[in-house]
């Protein structure tokens, strides 16, 4: 069954940049819908952002323009540059496939304060 270590995580001012990077181990990476997912204290778990294996990508309204995700299939490794950060993105950041979860990881923390 295939896990994922979420890393990248961290304190950042508004309007600054974090990379997220997530690592998978077991199963087929690279056929995978694969999804960021954030989740805010107090509220449900919200998927920001996926891409299909072949390369397309969507994102919420929340942060279209702003964020992109991009995979590299060879190290079974997907990424979340974050840009233009707002106080609005502090969340736990998780990635996950998309449709058919996958047991979660631990997720990387992210705070967008001054």
């Known amino acids: 069954q295939v896990q994922f270590v979420e890393s990248g995580g961290g304190l950042v001012q508004p309007g600054g940049s974090l990379r997220l990077s997530c690592a998978a181990a077991?199963?087929?990476?690279?056929?995978?819908?694969m999804g960021w997912y954030r989740q805010a204290p107090g509220k449900q778990r919200e998927l920001v952002a996926h891409?299909?294996?072949?390369?397309?990508?969507n994102y919420a309204d929340s942060v279209k323009g702003r964020f992109t995700i991009s995979r590299d299939n060879a190290m079974n490794t997907v990424y979340l540059q974050m840009n233009s950060l707002k106080p609005e993105d502090t969340a736990v950041y998780y990635c996950?496939?998309?449709?058919?979860?996958?047991?979660w990881g631990q997720g990387t923390q992210v705070t967008v304060s001054s």
């Open positions: 077991g199963g087929l990476f690279s056929i995978y819908a």
């Open positions: 996950n496939l998309v449709g058919r979860l996958a047991p």
């Open positions: 891409i299909i294996s072949g390369g397309s990508t």
